[in-house]
């Protein structure tokens, strides 16, 4: 069977055609991975945890912090369970407001609190969008952990120096 070379022409149109499509097809869902990529990387992440530390005594602490790259925006707080009594008012406070890249608001636990509770945080970015996390906060954590301070001066940060010796000399002073 012999082809016209108008034929193979044709054939070789259709053939780049499709080829082309195909291309074109696979750029634009590699641009939308990256744009939802991007788009993950720079939304806010807003976390809630107690925390521990020690300078004078064991202290724990709620800290609500943004992880994230961009603002975030509160739009709600939820606590199902008891957060103790200085946090009767649930972090009503945050509410309407923003926690900027890296910024973490904390709240002091009474110490012979013990308790479990979940809250649910809802805040939206700058685009609008609207994310909803859900955190389980057991104030009893580490209390049957030993607690090491880690002191390493391999920092040249004038706040972490100061900090350092403050705690050294509280410690001293019990």
């Known amino acids: ?41 720079a939304r806010p992440y807003v976390n809630v945890f107690v925390d521990l530390f020690e300078i004078k005594d064991r202290q724990r602490v709620y800290v609500i912090k943004n992880f994230g790259k961009t603002p975030a925006y509160i739009t709600g707080i939820t606590v199902n369970g008891d957060l103790g009594i200085y946090n009767q008012h649930n972090f009503k406070s ?9 910024q973490k608001f904390t709240s002091n636990i009474k110490d012979d609190f013990k308790g479990s509770s979940k809250i649910t945080i809802s805040y939206r970015d700058n685009n609008r969008k609207v994310y909803q996390d859900t955190f389980t906060l057991d104030t009893n ?4 952990m030993s607690y090491t301070l880690n002191e390493s001066n391999k920092t040249d940060e004038i706040p972490s ?10 410690r001293a002073f019990r």
């Open 94 to 102: 945050l509410v309407g407001n923003m926690i900027a890249p890296g």
């Open 1 to 41: 069977m012999s082809f016209t070379e108008l034929e193979v022409q044709t054939w070789t149109l259709y053939t780049t055609v499709v080829i082309a499509l195909v291309g074109f097809f696979f750029n634009i869902v590699s641009l939308h991975r990256t744009k939802r990529a991007e788009e993950d990387m």
């Open 161 to 170: 120096t100061i900090r350092q010796s403050t705690m050294a000399l509280l």
């Open 141 to 144: 954590i580490g209390l049957t």
